[in-house]
């Protein structure tokens, strides 16, 4: 089945810093790759998605970047802000109908004063 | 809009009890997911629905049954709960077309001692 490896598990940077996330899949006709952010006692919450046709998308601080050779894709946050402390997950679709999504585990991102 | 609700938002159970889980949306989604979510492990797909009448089976299945009598309900039913069942369950919905973004429910926190 798809496997989505998420990395790193935990982040932690100072307040204005760049933070990057990175994930890698297994299904190289995967073609949709969101980004969610969690935060405690909270449900996902999208921030961004990418499709497998175009290689970088950015909305204000937030950018994800996706390279289909190598099957990985990352997120990009600059400028970083406390209120971007949260879960954030990675997922991508996987073949097979339903258009499901597989998640990363998830990276555990702090942003300290 | 409501959005996507589930009930109840935290149950106990004792193991070998049974418990239905509901997720209800309005906005006229024809796709509907129920997930779990444990600490280090993301969100893994137990069961899904592509319109009412229909279920299929996700990455961990086992345990667990679905219904989707109704297009805006997907009940997931636990018949003989277990300590492995303890965990927080999210539904989701989208709409069958496109790349779009699936929409998650508060959540429910279950225990099974």
């Known amino acids: 089945g798809e496997n989505v490896e998420q990395h790193p598990s935990t982040l932690s940077v100072q307040e204005g810093d760049s933070a990057v996330i990175k994930c890698t899949y297994s299904?190289?006709?995967?073609?949709?790759f969101p980004w969610y952010k969690q935060e405690l006692g909270k449900r996902p919450q999208l921030i961004i998605d990418?499709?497998?046709?175009?290689g970088e998308k950015k909305d204000q601080r937030i950018a994800v970047t996706l390279n289909k050779t190598a099957k990985h894709f990352s997120l990009h946050i600059t400028e970083t802000q406390p209120e971007d402390s949260a879960v954030y997950f990675c997922?991508?679709?996987?073949?097979?109908?339903?258009?499901?999504?597989?998640f990363g585990t998830g990276t555990q991102l702090k942003v300290e004063l | 809009n409501a959005g996507v609700t589930q009930t109840p938002k935290f149950r106990v159970l004792k193991t070998g009890q049974s418990m239905t889980l509901l997720c209800a949306q309005d906005?006229?989604?024809?796709?509907m997911y129920w997930y779990r979510q444990d600490p280090g492990m993301g969100l893994r797909l137990i069961h899904y629905s592509v319109g009412e009448g229909t279920t299929a089976k996700g990455e961990v299945p086992d345990g667990y049954n679905v219904s989707r009598l109704k297009k805006q309900n997907f009940l997931l039913g636990l018949e003989s709960a277990a300590p492995s069942q303890t965990s927080v369950y999210f539904c989701a919905s989208r709409w069958t077309s496109g790349y779009n973004e699936q929409f998650f429910g508060p959540g429910t926190r279950l225990t099974v001692l």
């Open positions: 997922a991508a679709t996987f073949t097979g109908g339903g258009n499901k999504l597989t």
């Open positions: 299904d190289s006709a995967s073609n949709y």
């Open positions: 990418i499709r497998s046709n175009v």
């Open positions: 906005m006229n989604h024809e796709y």
